[in-house]
């Protein structure tokens, strides 16, 4: 019985320190098309993580016209911190430029005004970026900062939330105002467990190992 109890006080322990792959889901593309258009805008969307998790890649959803948006072969992100607005900072705790991000088409298009728009979806690999329970954003602009020429290039939205929503410098580098657009994205990466969790860990494997030492010198007794 006790050995019973022991094991699943570790499997407790052990289902606490493996992250899924999903650590934060803004949401799908919604059904009907619509965007923020994130070439000579920076866009940002807020997420929260309720533990310390390391951040290890990106999925989000564009729409891009048919014959008009040139694609950059490149996308700017950025991690920002969250302030007492609401809002982005203005400086990225972690930036970089990705370059050739896997792209795939999603088969939705849909025309809207003169143009006829295609859906995306981007996925990238981060840096691991280590960050602590709290709310933070995420920035995204198509290309690099220096690329400012008007195109039909959005960030694909989502079904309202709850969360603050997507964030705007109309001009990179002007101070962030919200838009009240939900926009489309995933994190990944993985939760990293609190130190009382790898103690129980420790405690579970240590108390199995006496467990077992002592029910092998049971059977060794009663052998003889």
């Known amino acids: 019985m006790r ?7 570790l499997l407790a322990a052990v289902s606490q320190c493996i992250g899924g792959t999903i650590l934060y889901d803004n949401g799908p593309p919604a059904t009907s098309f619509g965007g923020i258009q994130m ?20 999925r989000f959803w564009s729409l891009e016209a048919r014959g008009t948006t040139v694609y950059q072969g490149s ?7 969250n302030t007492a607005s609401n809002l ?12 050739s991000p896997n792209k795939v088409a999603t088969g939705r298009t849909a025309d809207l005004g003169p143009y006829t728009f ?3 979806q981007y996925d990238f690999a981060l840096p691991d970026i280590l960050l602590s329970p709290g709310t933070w954003w995420l920035a995204l602009h198509h290309g690099p900062l220096s690329f400012i020429v008007v195109d039909q290039f959005s960030w694909q939205q989502t079904n309202p939330n709850a969360t603050f929503g997507t964030a705007v410098q109309n001009t990179v580098g002007n101070p962030w105002i ?18 009382s969790s790898i103690a129980l860990v ?16 049971f059977l060794s007794e009663s052998i003889e």
Do not use: H, K, N
């Open 3 to 9: 050995s019973r109890v022991c094991c699943s006080l």
């Open 39 to 58: 070439t000579t805008q920076l866009l940002a969307e807020d997420f929260s993580l309720p533990y310390s998790s390391l951040l290890t890649g990106v």
């Open 118 to 120: 295609d859906e995306y």
């Open 75 to 81: 996308i700017y992100w950025g991690i920002y911190s």
């Open 88 to 99: 982005p900072t203005m400086v990225p705790l972690f930036s970089g430029l990705l370059l």
């Open 178 to 195: 919200s838009s009240g657009t939900q926009s489309a994205f995933q994190l990944s990466g993985e939760v990293i467990p609190e130190p």
């Open 202 to 217: 420790g405690i579970g494997l240590t108390t199995l190992a006496w467990f077992s030492r002592r029910r092998s010198g």
